[in-house]
Every structure is written in C-alpha cells, then in structure tokens.
C-alpha cells in the first residue's frame, strides 16, 4: 500500500495525498548529489510559499529536498568589494544585519510578509519562484546583483537581469542550485517602495528600486508586479543620469520629473488581474517614480 498523508483543502476537507520522499543533505556537496540524482524534488529552505501551495491546493510534490540546514548557503562574507549572500539568508538577516550596507534590499526585506516569515523566507527561494511580484527582484536589479548557481556540473554567474524568463520561470537548469547572490555595495541613495491591498503581508501591485551611485554616473531603476518578470527601465536610467549633470540646486524641475515618470512608465507591461488593473498598476508605478527620484535627489544634494 502507497503510504498517505492527511492534506486539508479549501474548504476544510480532508483527504489523503501520495507521502512525499524527504530528502535532507548535510552539506553543499551532497545536497548537488541529491539534486542530479532527484530532479523531480521540489527544494525548500524556508518553505514559506510551498506551505501555501500545500495549505490552498492540497498539494504535495513526490519529493522535498530540505536544504535548510546546508551551512555554505546560510553564510554572508563581506570581506571584499562584493557582498556574498548565501542563498539561504533569511530577508529577517537582510534587515536587521545590513540595513546599512544595502538600504534597499532592507527596505524591501522589511516588506515580506510578517516578522515570522522573514525569520524563515530565504533570498534565494525568494528568486527560485521566478515571481513577477517577488519584492526582492527590483532591489537587487538595481545593485547589478549576479546570481551563483552550482550543479555537479559546475558553477556559473548570471546577471539577475538575464535570470527570469517569465512568470515563475528562470534559466535555473534542473540539477542545479542558487548558491549565493553576490551585489556591490555603496553609498548613494539606495530606495525601495511597493504598493499593496494593505500596509503588511499583501503581495505587491507594484514596486520600484532606485539606486544612485556617489558620482551620479549610474543609476539603476527597477520595478516588479507590472511586467512578466521584474525589469530595469532602462530609458529612464540613461535620461536621469544626462540630467543630472545639467540639474542643481535642491529640487528637481517638474518637468524632468514629470519626464523621468512618463520613461518608467513607458517600461512597464502590466495586467488587469484579481488584485487590481493595468491601468492602476501603471499609475501607481509612476508615483513611486515620482517620489523616489525626488527624494533620491534630496539625498545626492545632502551627501
């Protein structure tokens, strides 16, 4: 007899599910060997998003691969010029740990959900789901964060702007892991907000990073929820870097800001779905822009 487990659906049903197989490496290397040989299992660390996969649909993968207790993956090193953030590091380390080397990515992590989950949601699952809306895509988009990935092949490098192909897909083969995120810190405006249904706990309808470099010569802008993946808008990258050459003074002029909006917008692709309309998404989209670059630039003139 196939051994069961008790799953409950919507509606407070109960009924029984193929067990799945639990698999749990002790290290990286046997975790690579697991994963070559196991490429069906679904790999968890925090297992937030896959316990409401389970929870809502009843669903239970044939196989886990528990990697949660894999050290290498839950190690940051910031000994050098990059910041090397193992793909288990929980968004409640990002926040508390490097708020001041990387403003933006702790603003984002403080958005994921509650104070709980951001004890167990992990960087690196949060990139494996290929979510449009995942909060940490634009802050890390706009560090010109490189994604590590390992297999028993090897690993590779991907810029995270190569990484996503479309909704909840990434060019993450098979057999491989996330190992690390690597990003480059520094000391410009670093700015990421989102708008959701509610304050807390609400997936985005949109979000937006903004990433100002102390010479003014790079600037990274980045959305999320109002595209198939996240993206950079690169027009209005290149636009505010020429204007802010010819800008002074403390306040930006209404039309460059006005301009710089309408390029963020013009990068945008969204949806009409159940949480809120293309429409809303796009305007929504152009007042973080608006607000983020004009604060951005009240912090370049106090630097």
Known sequence: MTPTSTLIGQAGD??????SDYLR????DEALRLR?????????AGGTDLMVAANLRGWAPAALLDISRVDELCRVDDTGGLIRLGAGVTFGTILHGYAHRLPGLALAARTVGSAQIRQRATLGGNLATGSPAGD???????LDAQIEMRSLRGARLVPLADFFLGPQR???????LITAVLVQPHTGPQLFAKVG????????????????HPNGQRVRVAFGAAAPTARRAWAAERFLVESMRAVGGDTLPAELVAEFVRLVREAADPIDDIRTTADYRRHALGVLAERAVCRAWREVQCD
Not at 14 to 19: D, E, F, I, K, L
Not at 36 to 44: E, F, I, K, L, P
Not at 170 to 175: F, I, N, Y
């Open 36 to 44: 070559a040989r196991a490429r069906g299992a679904v790999v968890v």
């Open 25 to 28: 490496p002790a290290d990286l």
């Open 136 to 142: 940490s895509h634009p802050a890390l988009l706009a």
């Open 197 to 212: 249904r509610r304050s807390a706990m609400a997936i985005a309808l949109c979000s937006l990073a903004l990433s100002i």
């Open 14 to 19: 109960v009924s029984a599910a193929p067990r």
């Open 170 to 176: 990434t060019v993450l083969a098979p057999d491989e």
